[in-house]
């Protein structure tokens, strides 16, 4: 049985499975009604390698898997991960598993948020789903904490590339204060969605092939910042070909404008696009992990 196995719940409650001494598994929608879906015969396509799943490629039912320190505490800080893929697929293990593992190294929970993509095949509305889905999953963390032993005062968001456009749409665009991120941590994130400095790729499956002018400017989430958006640690390169590293200096720019604290940025000289962790990198950028690591220190995020 996947870890991927999904939930059901006959009391319209969610009831999280516990897949190992470390792990849960909750569906976001466990009672099969799941906003905005079109029925179709696609099916959850997950690529594999030796038997663990690497990249997600489609999600008809999203879910969060709840990664926890071998020592468990109570009212542990935790940190929701989205995966880059330029909103054309997820890239679960590298940008999503094994963060959380070293997340659960310093104290922290983990929480892998597999979030729809958006499709017009399965999905109505598809702009406003991966913002849904990772809210809902927000909402279940808190709503939940006590269960997870997790601070509620204490859940920050992160994502990679398009996930880091997914991550900074979080931090920016919440109705509700209890939906508002704690911190939020961007690498080498997709921030604009004009054509100058953006990823075409998941401008064009976020948005479509045509957007209006407004939904460019209200997914450009630099325009976006406010006085209330939440402290944001950044990491990006200069070589950066996929993401221009404009994206990131867009948003760095307006945090300071918008005098937001306890912030901090890191570009580095080389590194190009999707390094993960950078565990095999010869440069200071494979230290990207230990810096943010010691920022959430300084939060105290521990």
Known sequence: MSKVTLLNCFFFLIMPMLVSSQEKVVALYPNG???????????????????????????????????????????????????????????????GVKVAEILNEAGIVGIVVNSRLPDDRTMTNKTEVPLLD??????YVRDHSKELRINPNKVGIMGFSAGGHLASTAAVHYADPSLRPDIS????????????????????????KKPSQDLVDKYSNHKQITSNTPPTFIVHSMDDKAVPVQNSFQYMSMLAEKGVKNCSFHIFPSGGHGYGLAPDDKTSLKDWPTLLLKWLNERGWK
């Open 185 to 208: 941590i961007l690498i080498y994130p997709v921030i604009t969605m004009e054509d100058d400095f953006t990823h075409k790729g998941s401008k064009t499956n976020l948005l479509g």
């Open 134 to 139: 990772l809210q809902t999953a927000l909402k």
């Open 33 to 95: 009604k799941i906003p905005f879906k079109i029925e179709n015969q696609i099916g959850n396509v997950y690529e594999y390698e030796k038997d663990v799943i690497t990249r997600k490629k489609t999600i008809q039912t999203p879910d969060i898997e709840c990664f926890f320190p071998k020592t468990k505490k109570d009212s542990m800080p935790c940190v929701l991960i989205c995966p880059g893929g330029g909103y054309g697929l997820l890239s679960h293990l590298k940008e």
